[in-house]
T-cell receptor
Framework: AQRVTQPEKLLSVFKGAPVELKCNYS??????LFWYVQYSRQRLQLLLR??SRESIKGFTADLNKGETSFHLKKPFAQEEDSAMYYC?????????????FGTGTLLAVQP | DTEVTQTPKHLVMGMTNKKSLKCEQH?????MYWYKQKAKKPPELMFV???????INESVPSRFSPECPNSSLLNLHLHALQPEDSALYLC???????????????FGPGTRLTVT
């Protein structure tokens, strides 16, 4: 079954602390993994994709196929990082266009 | 143009009304999507259009009727909705054919719908 699991509903950290938002997935083929972010009253935005191996706003995420994980990390959290973060996967090699979302983690960065 | 636009931003309608939500993109994407999002929940897929043809209907009630007039436009026609249909309705677009890389979806700001 295709599934994305984000075990934490809420993650609260202090400004300057490291952040790790966990994401595990279950997929039988070759998935493409993404992190999306939704700031308060803003649109859902693509933050990272595993294919690009990039760093955006100080965030990085590495695909670990052995552990089927795609955790999002940032060494020093900022207050403006407070938002809802969704991990998502998309399969390729088939006809589906579906994005499968995790349940989301609300990141709250305290001053 | 790398944005997906949606109108209206807000909509209040009664249970007997008929209204439509509109979505537009000019990124050359040939797949477009409708999602429903409740507060603090992930988007739930409703419909997928690929090359202007409906390819996925996630068992959505018939009071929601999608339409894709051309490759840039997507509509969602609403009729006889229920209060539980109140939510944020999101449109998204992407490349049409899944491939290695490039399967990300780009989302519009949404229409906040309230059914009274």
């Amino acid at each position: 079954a295709q599934r994305v699991t984000q075990p934490e509903k809420l993650l609260s950290v202090f400004k300057g602390a490291p952040v790790e938002l966990k994401c595990n997935y279950s997929y039988s083929g070759s998935p493409e993994l993404f992190w999306y972010v939704q700031y308060s009253r803003q649109r859902l935005q693509l933050l990272l994709r595993h294919i690009s191996r990039e760093s955006i706003k100080g965030f990085t995420a590495d695909l670990n196929k052995g552990e089927t994980s795609f955790h999002l990390k940032k060494p020093f959290a900022q207050e403006e990082d407070s938002a809802m973060y969704y991990c998502a996967l998309s399969g390729y090699g088939g006809a589906t266009n579906k994005l499968i979302f995790g349940t989301g983690t609300l990141l709250a960065v305290q001053p | 143009d790398t944005e997906v636009t949606q109108t209206p931003k807000h909509l209040v309608m009664g249970m007997t009304n008929k209204k439509s939500l509109k979505c537009e993109q000019h990124m050359g994407h040939r797949a477009m999507y409708w999602y429903k999002q409740k507060a603090k929940k992930p988007p739930e897929l409703m419909f997928v259009y690929s090359y202007e043809k409906l390819s996925i209907n996630e068992s959505v009630p018939s009071r929601f009727s999608p339409e894709c007039p051309n490759s840039s436009l997507l509509n969602l026609h609403l009729h006889a909705l229920q209060p539980e249909d109140s939510a944020l309705y999101l449109c998204a677009s992407s490349q049409a054919i899944p491939r290695q890389g490039g399967n990300e979806q780009y989302f519009g700001p949404g229409t906040r719908l309230t059914v009274t």
